[in-house]
């Protein structure tokens, strides 16, 4: 019989420096959260987008000759062009995609852009990708539980999720989550296992993905 993998207690490191995210490359690190301050240009945007009050779902694959090139953003945002900040945002997109790209040497992204008015995930689950970048530019932050405080054979039983919210971490509006999932090589059975958080009545929030395709 072949004997059990062994590794190290799988952790989630946090930091003001964007640094942080190259601890995800890291075995025992299956969260690298970048606890930045969103610039006062791109939260107005992002809040001005909100106050809309329209729907908004966009998603492309960005393709990249390599991790320096220039992302086509063309058709991301451009009819909002009106709202005082909306280059400064595709300009930060830019550069998540860039730090993305070079972090894994990613040469197809998948990004996807959303107004949500309602927990898109609401369940404690883990995801079934490489690793994902996750950011809310306004609104409500994800939701992520620390190694052991759920089973993972529970997960999706909504009677094993904690009762208590001292045990459920909360990232804030300007966050950027690197998270690993199911099919990062060496990390199955220890995808991160996190949620969409529940919206507060008549709130929304603009969330941003990006997956690594290739």
């Not at 909100?50 to 945002?77: C, D, H, I, K």
């Amino acid at each position: 019989m072949l004997a059990p993998v062994l590794r190290q207690p799988l952790q989630q490191v946090s930091s003001e420096q964007i640094e942080v995210l190259g601890e995800v490359l890291r075995d025992e690190i299956n969260l690298a959260v970048w606890q930045r301050q969103l610039p006062a240009q791109i939260s107005a945007f992002a809040s001005a987008l909100l106050a809309r009050g329209e729907p908004l779902g966009q998603s492309m694959v960005l393709e990249l000759a390599s991790p320096e090139s220039t992302p086509n953003f063309s058709g991301l945002v451009d009819g909002y062009s009106v709202l005082p900040g909306q280059a400064a945002f595709v300009q930060d997109l830019n550069g998540l995609v860039g730090a993305f790209a070079c972090l894994f040497d990613a040469k197809r992204i998948g990004l996807r852009l959303r107004i949500l008015d309602k927990a898109m995930c609401p369940r404690f689950h883990v995801d079934h990708v490489p690793v994902r970048l996750i950011t809310s530019y306004a609104g409500v932050g994800s939701e992520w539980l620390q190694e052991g405080v759920m089973a993972r054979r529970r997960l999706g039983d909504p009677a094993a999720e904690p009762s208590d919210t001292a045990l459920i971490e909360r990232a804030q509006a300007g966050h950027v989550l690197l998270a690993k999932g199911e099919k990062w090589i060496g990390n199955e059975g220890g995808g991160l296992i996190h949620r969409s958080p529940q919206l507060p009545a008549g709130e929304r929030r603009l969330l941003l993905t990006l997956d690594w395709l290739a």
